[in-house]
């Protein structure tokens, strides 16, 4: 059961309509390593984990919908007073053509979101280390989306973001040393 508190995460603040920037951050909303696909990847995966360490996976796949939600605000405040033509000059014409300005889960370069962006592999170490690298991939396009960018609000929410992501790294590291220490304890009958 999850108690939803109707404010953001972390302040999402934008200095000005800038569909160029909307268009990269569209891919931590819809693409392979972006948030819905983490979310719903450690939500899946929780099923086939140790109890030891179920409760990482839920607690961090929900905080990725929090994440994903202060996106959609990022882009959404990017895009709210954009013209047709800026969207198209920002690469987002198709977008426009055929969403207007909602939002669509699709990567930066248009292809739509697909369920084959989760893995779940069963062994909780192989799904585990495959958290490890997709919590260091989004952190890598965090970065890069920021060196793009010369708006210093909408910097300090993707650097939020960007921390975030070491965080729940640096916690996958940690579920992958207690499960490694189970693994190896010498069973005495």
Known sequence: MWYYEKKLEYPVKVSE?????????????????????AALRYLNQRYS???KVIGLLTDIGTEEFAHLEMIATMIYKLTKDATPEQMEEAGLGAHYANHDKALFYHNAAGAPWTATYIQAKGDPIADLYEDIAAEEKARATYQWII???????????LKYLREREVVHSLRFREAVEILKEERDKK???
Not at 17 to 37: M, S, T, W
């Open 187 to 189: 069973i005495i009958f």
């Open 147 to 157: 060196n793009l960018s010369d708006d210093p609000d909408l910097n300090d929410g």
């Open 49 to 51: 984990i140790p109890d």
């Open 17 to 37: 309509c800038n569909p160029r920037l909307a268009k990269f951050l569209i891919e931590q909303y819809g693409g392979a390593d972006g948030e819905l696909a």
